[in-house]
């Protein structure tokens, strides 16, 4: 079985992002983020996205997330492609490697 832990989710809307969780946790798990980046143990989504479009230019980012999967902590970013397609980007967070990536459907 998969061990994982999501941290809060991090929606990207049209004009900005919001941190997406239930109220009771979200304090809880951006001070955990900030942590974690504090002690440069992850790197800030910013670095992580950009390195993304140098590395995949196009597409829409739909979602990221922080979770902690076997050990490792990984962001997932949802990437619609401009062909329709959402493909689910896994990179390290801490070096920021590429570490997984998944086709999901077409979206309508």
Do not use: C
């Amino acid at each position: 079985m998969r061990h994982r832990r999501k941290l809060a989710p991090i929606l990207w809307l049209l004009a900005g992002l919001s941190l997406a969780a239930a109220p009771a946790t979200a304090d809880s798990d951006h001070n955990e983020i900030r942590r974690l980046r504090q002690a440069k143990r992850i790197l800030a989504l910013d670095t992580i996205i950009a390195n993304h479009r140098r590395d995949y230019p196009g597409g829409k980012l739909l979602e990221a997330e922080l979770e902690f999967e076997r050990g490792h902590y990984v962001y997932e970013l949802m990437i619609l492609e401009e062909n329709g397609v959402v493909r689910e980007f896994e990179y390290d967070a801490t070096s920021g490697e590429l570490w997984r990536l998944h086709s999901a459907k077409e979206h309508d």
